[in-house]
């Protein structure tokens, strides 16, 4: 048995297409139902669709062989006991900071809003520059806007969220892409299962 914890959200819709290519279908019966382990054309495939932020968790635990997650939420989670094989090169977008175009950024101490804490403060520490984070959880972009913080780190993709809410990308922190990643224990145990669909999903690339 294998089981692959899908992201909710633009990840599934990027990633279905690949496993499909792979050979691996989920019918849409079992998409659009309230089930939370669905089938797929195999007997021995199962699939689950989590929250993007707890797929490395369910693979680190073993309660999924196989996931598909961003960059970003591996850098976060730390990714321990999981093993990243492939850059499937979707939900492509940047880490970066961002604030209002006339803030002044420096402060001895600067307010930065994200719910990328791990990759924040490791940014800004290898500067030396002195931050205090502000965990949230979305709509970053209206932190530097009421006053709560000096600037945010998100992901960018199109720029439109920024230009929206008239801000501005400033610097790179990580390119973002998202990654087949595998519970380092079924690695071993399942290896030639697991490389065979490595090798399927690698040629639908
Ligand atoms: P959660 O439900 O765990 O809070 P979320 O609301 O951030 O997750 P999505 O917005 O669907 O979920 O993002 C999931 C992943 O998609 C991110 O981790 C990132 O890798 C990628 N992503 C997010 N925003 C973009 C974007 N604008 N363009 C491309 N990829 C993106
Ligand atoms: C993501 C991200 C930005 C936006 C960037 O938000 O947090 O707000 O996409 O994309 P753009 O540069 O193309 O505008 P998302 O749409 O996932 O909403 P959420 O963070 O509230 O889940």
């Known amino acids: 048995m294998l089981t692959i914890a899908l992201s909710k959200g633009r990840i599934l819709d990027q990633s279905l297409p690949l496993l499909e290519k ?8 079992e998409l659009e139902s309230r089930k939370l382990i669905l089938d797929t054309n195999f007997d021995v495939i199962k ?34 006991g999981v093993f ?15 604030s209002k175009t006339d803030k002044n950024l420096n402060k001895s101490t600067l307010k930065v809003a994200t719910k990328y804490v791990k990759s924040t403060k490791e940014y800004f520490y290898k500067q030396g520059k002195q931050i ?18 000096d600037c945010i780190v998100d992901l960018v993709d199109s720029g439109n969220t920024l230009k929206a ?3 501005v990308p400033l610097e790179l922190i990580h390119e973002i892409s998202s990654r087949l990643i595998v519970n380092s224990a079924a690695f071993n145990t399942k290896h030639s299962e697991i490389n065979d669909w490595i090798t399927k999903i690698k040629k639908s690339l």
Not at 51 to 80: T, Y
Not at 86 to 93: N, P, R, T, Y
Not at 132 to 149: D, N, Y
């Open 132 to 149: 205090e984070v502000i965990k949230l959880s979305g709509a970053m972009e209206l932190a530097p806007i009421v006053g709560l913080s």
């Open 22 to 29: 792979a050979g691996i279908n989920i019918p849409k019966s």
């Open 165 to 167: 809410n008239n801000l």
């Open 84 to 98: 990243e094989l492939l850059d499937l090169g979707i939900s492509k977008c940047r880490l970066m900071v961002a």
């Open 47 to 80: 699939v689950i669709v989590i929250r993007a932020s707890d797929v490395p968790v369910f693979v680190q635990h073993g309660a999924a062989d196989l996931g598909i997650a961003g960059k970003d939420v591996l850098i976060e989670h730390g990714a321990d």
